[in-house]
């Protein structure tokens, strides 16, 4: 299914309170799997993600490719699958933060955040 074609009960699954599974690859294509929180721009099509700069999802990401989160909960789950990118844009990690702060809570302020983007170009599931 294309992110622009999921209807409203899995839009509301994505502002619903989950964690979720983060999937990148590390440089020998092994896969990294690792619990986020996240949020879901339907409009921009983006999972935005905030973390540390020196984190291995952050290394991961910054030798790009694909990425993907899942979230499940009983028998509702969603993968959101695309490209990831890292940005240190001080409006880009903001925004990111404005977002997990609305569908999580408030994050502690850090010096070294960065964002990581997904452009969701694949979503599988049922919600």
């Known amino acids: 299914m294309r992110p622009d074609e ?5 839009l509301e699954f994505l502002r619903e309170y989950h964690l979720a599974s983060l999937t990148t690859l590390r440089a020998d294509g092994s896969p990294h799997v ?5 949020s879901w721009d339907p409009e921009a099509g983006l999972v935005r993600i905030i973390t540390r ?22 028998g509702r789950w969603l993968t959101l699958e695309g490209t990831i990118t890292v940005t ?4 880009r990690v903001a925004e990111a933060v404005r977002r997990y702060a609305e569908r999580f809570r408030q994050p502690e302020p850090r010096e ?5 983007e997904i452009t969701v ?6 919600a």
């Open 112 to 116: 070294d955040r960065v964002a990581l």
């Open 88 to 91: 240190q844009d001080p409006d």
């Open 34 to 38: 690792v619990p986020v929180g996240f």
């Open 53 to 74: 700069a020196g984190s291995q999802k952050v290394r991961n990401a910054a030798r790009g490719g694909r990425a993907a989160v899942s979230q499940v909960d009983g």
């Open 6 to 10: 999921l209807p409203e009960s899995a």
């Open 121 to 126: 170009d694949r979503v599988l599931g049922r």
